[in-house]
């Protein structure tokens, strides 16, 4: 079992949004944290914010574009180098989109795949076989209540949350028999940037109702990850619509969502 000191949480995307409420809750928790993200000077100031906030605890960023291919081997080399032992890792980099499938060019829908559902697997299979020697570890991947949709105008995004969803099951099943915990994250809106906010405006009522913060999300979501949940749908509302999903009939359900959507790609 690798020293106490040394035993990190990791989390991708933690520079703002849901990453950096996880972070900081990993924080909060007590754990020592490594944060992930593109190499931005807000990174660096998340990290060394946290590093004030809790001087006993130990705190290390790397700045990485993960949409590159080389960039899980380059994260676990990183942390191999640095004698980081990881005992919780958290899957939360992603890149969404609304608009018809055609508004976006083909290194756009490849970086978001390469982003949403590469990197996550690869970063999963390094870190495995370090997060089991661990009495106890854990894996949180970040989906979202698109996991459960197919989605018009939202096709490609929705289908790597779907990607993501099945994993973070199968893996589970697999993983049963050992020390080790998958739980799947699986919020709704969360107003994390300008963008969203302006997105969630234009969804109206529906979208507005089952809005969270990313401190909410965060703590929600970790709250049930050492819980050893499977799935964790944050809020009353998104657990309504996941109701909802499963007893309209499909075509209704695809003309709903078809219709919400629409509006953010005009």
């Not at 490849?110 to 970063?123: D, E, H, P, R, T």
């Not at 507005?208 to 009353?236: C, N, T, W």
Request: glycine share 8%; with cysteine; proline share 5%.
């Amino acid at each position: 079992m690798s020293d106490q000191n040394n035993t990190y949480s990791l989390v991708t995307g933690a520079s703002n949004g849901i990453g950096r409420a996880l972070a900081e809750n990993c924080a909060a928790r007590g754990h020592n944290v490594i944060l992930v993200a593109l190499p931005e000077s807000k990174l660096d100031d998340v990290t060394e914010a946290l590093k004030l906030q809790y001087p006993n605890q130990s705190f290390d960023a790397l700045g990485t574009n993960m949409m590159d291919r080389d960039s899980p081997q380059s994260i676990y080399d990183w942390c191999q180098a640095k004698g980081y032992s990881i005992n919780i890792l958290v899957n939360n980099a992603g890149l969404g989109n609304s608009g018809a499938f055609l508004s976006r060019d083909d290194n756009f829908y490849f970086g978001q795949m390469q982003l949403n559902m590469v990197a996550l697997v690869m970063l999963t299979h390094l870190f495995l076989p370090d997060i089991k020697t661990h009495a106890k570890g854990y894996i949180l991947n970040v989906g979202s209540m698109a996991s459960f949709f197919d989605i018009p105008y939202k096709g490609i995004y929705a289908a790597t949350k779907r990607f993501v969803y099945s994993f973070s099951r199968s893996l589970r099943k697999e993983l049963e028999d050992s020390t080790i915990g998958v739980t799947i994250l699986c919020p709704a809106a969360v107003l994390t940037n300008p963008d969203v906010i302006q997105r969630d405006k234009e969804m109206g009522k529906a979208s507005h109702a089952s809005q969270q913060s990313p401190e909410e999300v965060a703590r929600y979501g970790l709250d049930h990850m050492f819980k050893g949940k499977p799935v964790a749908i944050p809020g009353f509302m998104p657990k309504a619509y996941w109701i909802l999903g499963k007893i309209l009939p499909y075509p209704m359900k695809m003309r709903m969502l078809a219709n919400a959507f629409i509006k953010q790609s005009r």
